[in-house]
């Protein structure tokens, strides 16, 4: 077992009530690692939306969702928050009182005084394209992020999609690649007017391929990939040679692991706390945020999910101080 990591408090999901948490238990002096999935910080403000305005937040009139999660970072970061990202957490064990080990798929280890469970909609889940046996090649040779760019260099890559994901990852990797197309079904795209600017500009002076069409078929052997058959959409085929194919097809959420770590859940998704403290049945683990709510979204936004953190904090400051009396 790795070297465990040992903290006052451990926060899974660095969305923006898990942030803003960082700031409450800051004021208390307790010192927080944040634990996400996702290879950036901001939950599903960063990952789902940066660009859309928000106008919901009090004494804020306007601002971006990647521009609320860049001020919370400034906001918190007096309190020296550590960040673990693109590490899901899989296993909570409790083995003290209170202390828990904590462990991702990444193999870290934390040992914390106080879990916080702030996983908002859960893990985000990739949509896999309808392609007969793609799982054959996946984790090969299909991959529905990218967590190292190096894995890629001098590859040919093969991006599918028309979303900022898939423009994004385009003109990031391009420079890397041996050889890159972007296949999409359709001219108009999702992504920033910007980004597909540049990516035009990329195929105009020949640097990578863009091509119109949906990928029918894989071949290759031993889950590793040779070649997509790709449909034009006058229902003609060419094959385009590639060793990676990156779909970018959006995200689902999912609560993945929280399910089994022992929280009482109501239909499989619920969370019931006591409102209070936000404290879940087993005493020293906190749920904050959206994923109060399970999938009732509408229920819990940015503004009153903040609130969560403080109600922990209240309720740790009471017990820090009862335990100071004893
Ligand atoms: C398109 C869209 C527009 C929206 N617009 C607004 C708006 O204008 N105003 C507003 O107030 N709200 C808006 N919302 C809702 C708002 O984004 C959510 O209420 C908010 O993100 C909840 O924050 P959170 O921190 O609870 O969870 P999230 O933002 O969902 O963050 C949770 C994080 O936990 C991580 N995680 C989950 N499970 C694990 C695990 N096992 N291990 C490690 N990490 C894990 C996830 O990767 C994620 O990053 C919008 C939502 C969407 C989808």
Redesign the pocket.
Known sequence: MNEPIKTDVLI????????FAVFELGLLNMKAHL????DKI????????PE??????PGVPFTT?QGLVDGLMAQIKPFEPSFHLQ????TIEKIGDPLFRIK?DQGKVFEAKVVM????????QPKRPPIPGIEAYEENSVFYSVRKMEAFRDKRVLIVGGGDSALDWTLNLAPLASHLTLLHRREQFRASPDSVNKMMALAGEGKIDFVLGQVSALEGEGGRLAKAIVKRNDGSDFHIACDALLPFFGLT?K????ANWGIELKDGELIPVDTAAFESNVPGIYV?????SGSK?SE??????RFHGKQIADDLKTKLQVARVK
């Open positions: 899974i999901g660095a969305g923006p009530c898990g942030l634990v996400d999935i996702l901001g939950g599903q403000c960063a990952e789902l939306y859309k305005p928000i106008y919901d937040i969702a590490e899901m957490v899989e991702t469970i702030a996983a908002g909609g859960g893990s985000f959420m609560l993945g692991p929280v904050a945020g959206c994923v109060v979204t819990i936004f940015i503004e009153n999910g």
